[in-house]
């Protein structure tokens, strides 16, 4: 399987077979494009895909040494991102499925982000549903039972801004640089987290919901408050990951409650998405899951940032059990997991 990645700010193509092998996985970044202005810009990660695009792809068909011909299918994600970046992703691979006679498989980001533990699970020891999975990004927090292939149910979401978006806003207070969670994260290493008392937000809430906008807000209050040399910005960082640390871990300890009242308990923790790289955050799950008796999965740090080879995976594993889609699918800047909040029209 083809797959192409262009949600967000990584132009990205790889090459995966079913037998789990990722056979190319090329990734063109766009940080030193948005740097100058401390975020992603849509119009130019749009004009960026648009213009490295088809040599990433024939990068990534080289690198695995396979002809279009030998690909049995093309993926590509569909959304939910920035639309113009979508767009290009969408309508690049339905070209190429129907210039080479090859299916047109669109793919939910999330999806790809949540199947990808799949993926780099150990031979001997495959990664089986049901398992709960903490999906945490730039773009998404989210706490899911994941049942199976396109089966989905919400347990928790975050009603303001997601954890790595969080961290974003943070390191710009802070004056740590872009892309801000792992310069927010660098910084950290370097702090006393005990320095400040920050909140945490939702803990104890009998829900699994997350919330980081307070604690954004906190933040900002004390960077007013304080001289912000360099040893101060580091404890600020320090005390801020702590928070969204405590955060992650009460909500993923109230989902894992939900999780076994409806599948028994031994089932898997799996920990996806950019967040999932931070490594104060992954060892304080890793903690969590070895108390409550569950495996903790969490992908290999290059491919819990937005990649293509989790866009093959999930095209494979989407063929595998359905049709390919038509070449009208409509590409999509929302395009929620679990179908109960699909039909109820909520956001991605």
Request: proline share 6%.
């Amino acid at each position: 399987m083809l797959g192409i990645e262009t949600s967000c700010d990584e132009t990205a193509a790889a090459v995966v077979d079913s037998d789990r092998h990722i056979l190319s996985n090329v990734v063109h970044s766009q940080i030193a494009a948005h740097t100058p202005y401390g975020g992603v810009v849509p119009e130019i990660a749009a004009r960026a895909h648009l213009e490295y695009l088809d040599a990433v792809v024939s990068r990534a068909l080289a690198d695995a040494g396979v002809g279009l011909q030998q690909v049995g299918g093309i993926a590509a994600t569909g959304g939910p991102g920035l639309i113009g970046g979508v767009i290009v992703g969408v309508m690049t691979a339905k070209a190429i499925a129907a210039s080479a006679g090859k299916p047109f498989v669109a793919v939910n980001h999330l999806e790809a982000h949540a199947l990808t533990a799949r993926l780099t699970a150990p031979a001997d020891a495959p990664l089986e549903f049901p398992y709960l999975l903490l999906l945490v990004s730039g773009g998404h927090c989210q706490l899911l039972d994941v049942e199976g292939v396109g089966r989905y149910r919400r347990l928790g979401t975050t009603i303001d801004d997601a954890a790595g978006e969080a961290f974003d806003k943070a390191a710009a207070l802070l004056g740590l640089g872009f892309p801000g969670g792992p310069a927010l994260e660098r910084a950290a290493a370097k702090g006393d987290p005990a320095r400040f008392s920050l909140p945490r937000p939702m803990l104890g809430r009998p829900n699994a919901d997350f919330s980081f906008s307070g604690l954004k807000t906190a933040l900002r209050q004390m960077t007013a408050e304080h001289k912000l040399d360099e040893q101060t910005k580091a404890d600020l960082a320090a005390s801020f990951q702590a928070a969204i640390t405590a955060s992650l871990v009460d909500r993923t300890r109230r989902a894992i409650d939900m999780f076994e009242e409806r599948h028994g308990l031994g089932r898997p923790l799996v920990v996806a998405g950019g967040v999932a790289a931070n490594t104060a955050i992954r060892a304080a799950l890793a903690e969590l899951a070895a108390k409550r008796g569950m495996e903790l999965a969490v992908p290999p740090i290059g491919l819990c940032t937005d990649n293509a080879a989790m866009v093959a995976w999930a095209g494979i594993e989407r063929l595998s059990i359905g049709p390919a889609d038509t070449l009208d699918f409509a590409p999509r800047p929302r395009w929620p997991l679990d179908q109960a909040s699909a039909a109820a029209g909520a956001k991605a």
